[in-house]
């Protein structure tokens, strides 16, 4: 079983950063790939960015291309979305997510067997 916590949220400025964390269980964490997902009020659980346990075989969604960066960490196993240049649309509930199995596609949720309990992120214009 694989415990995901999620930290780092907050309220910020348009234009301001903050990075967000998950923390995985120590025992599993080199064997899932990570991702981060957002749901904004009212809309659906969106793809925001994905690596491998190594950092490695990132992918972002095309709206925080540039802007976002995923990495992770895995003495403290925990990975990590640095997001800069924040805008008003970036506000949402952010989760954490990671799964145990290999699938063509890396954005959709249903693939993700494992999620936290997510992070609000809001960004005032």
């Known amino acids: 079983q694989v415990q995901l916590v999620e930290s780092g949220g907050g309220l910020v400025q348009a234009g301001g950063s903050l990075r967000l964390s998950c923390a995985a269980s120590a025992r599993t964490f080199s064997s899932y790939r990570m991702s981060w997902f957002r749901q904004a009020p009212g809309k659906e659980r969106e793809f925001v960015a994905t690596?491998?346990?190594?950092?490695?075989?990132?992918n972002y969604a095309d709206s925080v291309k540039g802007r976002f960066t995923i990495s992770t960490d895995n003495n403290k196993n925990t990975v990590y979305l640095q997001m800069n240049s924040l805008k008003p649309e970036d506000t949402a509930v952010y989760y954490c997510a990671s799964r145990t199995r290999m699938y063509s596609s890396v954005s959709d949720p249903a693939t993700y067997n494992y999620w936290g309990q997510g992070t609000q992120v809001t960004v005032s214009s």
């Open positions: 690596c491998n346990w190594s950092g490695g075989s990132t």
